[in-house]
């Protein structure tokens, strides 16, 4: 086993931590103040406190990021979009739990989703640009999705990977997952609370007309 040493960001500086309650974007630094490149993002590094507002708005990280330690970014209020660099090539758990991201680029380095990554956020939209092969325990749950289309790859998903989402109504609330080519190579099973690559074209809910009220 080899161990690599990246240069790694580790949170703010005190001046940084004053300025970060009034910001409305974290870019994170390409270079510390040595002119080094930054390549890393340790475990906790900006993680808030469970309760508290935290980090607020959105959140940029640079190209040339390895990694991101685990729960680097928990228990915030960062929102929008994450595009995650394509020089990623991994992350911790748990690393986005609890804040208020709506839509996740997953890059092509990253082969496995790690548990709980994204759990307790407003996911409405995920793209994987890659070849994702494993999907961990509770990684999406507690979130707003729909639909999610997953790469051909995929072989495993995990337990409550996604646990109390929105769901499509034309499948009785439960989440859609749709292989790239539609055909579930890897025979990925339906659960209790998502369906994989329906073969029917589902149905809205019912609608019981006798509880309308005339304001309605």
């Known amino acids: 086993e080899t161990t690599v040493n990246l240069n790694a960001v580790a949170g703010f500086s ?3 931590l004053k300025k970060s309650k009034t910001l409305k974007k974290l870019v994170l630094p390409s270079k ?8 890393a993002v340790t475990d906790v590094a900006f993680m808030g406190k469970y309760g508290e507002k935290g980090i607020t708005g959105d959140l940029s990280i640079p ?18 979009e994450i595009k995650l660099p394509d020089s ?3 992350l911790g758990e748990a690393v986005f739990f609890r804040n208020e991201i709506t839509s996740l680029i997953v890059p092509k380095g990253i082969t496995e989703i790690p548990a709980v990554l994204m759990r307790g956020n407003k996911l409405n ?13 509770l990684a999406f749950a507690e979130n707003n999705l729909e639909e999610i ?8 998903i995990g337990k409550q990977a996604f646990e109390t989402n929105t769901g499509s109504d ?3 609330g439960k989440l859609v ?6 055909k579930n190579p890897n025979k990925l099973k339906d659960k209790e609370n998502y369906i994989v690559d329906p073969k029917n074209p589902g149905q809205g809910p019912t609608i019981d007309y006798t509880k309308w009220t005339q304001e309605d």
């Open 14 to 16: 005190e001046a940084g």
């Open 32 to 39: 510390d103040t040595k002119g080094k490149k930054v390549e």
């Open 63 to 80: 190209e040339g990021y390895k990694y991101i330690g685990q729960m680097a970014f928990a228990f915030n209020n960062i929102s929008g």
């Open 88 to 90: 990623l090539l991994g």
């Open 125 to 137: 939209k995920v793209e994987f640009k890659g070849d994702i092969e494993a999907i961990s325990d």
């Open 149 to 156: 289309i997953v790469p051909d790859s995929l072989k495993t």
């Open 170 to 172: 034309a499948y009785n």
């Open 177 to 182: 997952i749709r292989t790239k080519s539609g």
